[in-house]
């Protein structure tokens, strides 16, 4: 089997530009990836056994005349996920104001990154997978919100198509000429492929992380972590049910396990699909988001290396996974979603 990269022309809103499809020569398994919008893998679609190619991305319906960039597919949140309070934080005695663009229009939300257009820098594929590597320079892409961030950046974004799963891979060069401080987030929306039901509620979920962050009324973290109440606890798998999920969750308790170092944040599965969904990532990945949509059609399974409004936790002492890279410095980290199609269980301990 080989791996091949087919590029086309689409349109979503009002931008036309070229879209990846990384895909198998016998056309088992295949992603798209919009570089116009965010650079967002927009779809990860499998064959099934009648056919018909099965979603496991889940995208919304009217993705071609109202493409809201965080709300389908893979989005990817830089240079902070989530909501940052007032848009203000402070970095070496300086205060930096970004665009109130949540929807209560108070708060600015998840970076610059998933609105965006992207640049490919490099694309192929080979006998074990097809890949594509965007990237998106805060100066040349982003040039009106220089002086919204304390330093420029490269941030390169690796999607590789393999038989079995999707990994991300994301490098983080700080450009100058200060210190970069961020945060990293994706926001995928996930369905598993063979399943008709009109709502999550029968998908079975288990996640490894044994706290939450409190709330506000605005839902903004307070800043206080507690113990995962019995209604947000998914440590032993369960149904979704009518559980209205919006939270993030930190200290995850897997561990590494195999050769790679990686841990298992979440999986996802079903009564009646053909696979489940695992979700593994590196230990910087401290963070896990779970939310369902109000249209309840998917469920969002998200890592994220920070918390919400973790620049001003920062600044007040509070341990929320806000990094800093010095100028020149780069970080890379790791992420790989596995559709395993004939697992031994579904949703119980792996081995």
């Not at 198998?24 to 798209?32: L, N, P």
């Not at 496991?56 to 996920?81: K, Q, Y």
């Not at 939300?109 to 640049?119: C, D, L, S, V």
Request: hydrophobic residues 35%; negative net charge.
């Amino acid at each position: 089997m080989a791996f091949v990269v087919n590029t086309s022309e689409k349109t979503a809103g009002d931008r036309t530009g070229t879209v990846f499809e990384l895909t198998d020569t016998a056309g088992t398994v295949r992603a798209e990836v919009w570089p116009g919008w965010g650079f967002n893998c927009l779809r990860w679609q499998v064959r099934q056994p009648d056919g018909p190619w099965g979603d496991i991305l889940f995208t919304a319906p009217d993705w071609e005349t109202n493409p809201v960039p965080t709300r389908s597919g893979h989005p990817i949140l830089f240079p902070f996920p989530g909501r940052l309070r007032d848009g203000r934080f402070t970095v070496g005695g300086k205060s930096y104001q970004l665009p109130l663009n949540d929807s209560t229009k108070q708060h600015a939300i998840h970076g610059f990154t998933p609105r965006n257009p992207w640049r490919v820098v490099d694309s192929n594929g080979d006998d074990e997978f097809a890949f594509v590597t965007g990237q998106f320079n805060l100066r040349e892409d982003l040039p009106s919100a220089t002086g919204q961030w304390p330093a420029d950046f490269n941030l390169n974004v690796t999607y590789r198509l393999h038989t079995d799963r999707l990994r991300v891979d994301v490098a983080v060069e700080n450009l100058g000429p200060g210190p970069l401080p961020f945060g990293l987030g994706y926001h995928p929306y996930f369905r598993l492929p063979g399943v008709a039901d009109p709502d999550v509620g029968r998908y079975v979920l288990r996640a490894n992380v044994d706290q939450v962050w409190e709330t506000d009324a605005n839902n903004l973290p307070t800043g206080w972590r507690k113990d995962v109440p019995p209604e947000l606890d998914f440590r032993r798998p369960r149904p979704v049910g009518a559980t209205p999920l919006d939270n993030v969750f930190t200290n995850v308790t897997a561990k590494p396990t195999g050769l790679v170092d990686l841990v298992e944040l979440a999986v996802l599965s079903h009564p009646e699909a053909a696979g489940r969904l695992r979700i593994t990532a590196d230990a910087a990945f401290r963070e896990l988001v779970l939310f369902t949509p109000p249209h309840r059609r998917a469920v969002a399974i998200e890592p994220y290396t920070c918390s919400a409004d973790a620049a001003n936790f920062h600044d007040r002492g509070i341990d929320s996974g806000w990094r800093r890279l010095e100028a020149g410095d780069e970080w890379e980290a790791r992420v790989e979603y596995q559709w395993q199609s004939t697992p031994d269980d579904r949703g119980e301990e792996s081995s």
